[in-house]
């Protein structure tokens, strides 16, 4: 029940800015896949630098031999 109100909290808030600044109500009911697809980004960045697979971006593999932190 917690968590439902704390959802329910967020898209208020996210409804009442985008009300005031009168963007399109598309981004209001886009924003939890939006926000699930960031959660989703940062573990799989996670399990690959947990597993040391390392780090690739634009055709560059960042692993522990680049001595890049």
């Known amino acids: ?3 439902l ?3 329910l909290v967020v898209l208020v808030m996210r409804w009442s800015v985008d009300h005031r600044f009168r ?5 209001f009911i886009f924003h ?3 926000v ?5 980004v940062a573990l799989y960045t996670a399990a ?4 040391g697979a ?3 971006w634009k055709d560059r593999l ?3 031999r680049s001595n890049i932190k």
Not at 23 to 27: K, L, R
Not at 36 to 40: D, G, N
């Open 1 to 3: 029940m917690l968590a």
């Open 5 to 7: 109100a704390q959802v």
């Open 23 to 27: 963007e399109p109500a598309v981004s």
């Open 32 to 34: 939890p896949l939006g």
């Open 36 to 40: 699930s697809f960031l959660i989703l």
């Open 48 to 51: 690959r630098t947990a597993l």
């Open 54 to 56: 390392g780090i690739a």
């Open 62 to 64: 960042y692993d522990s």
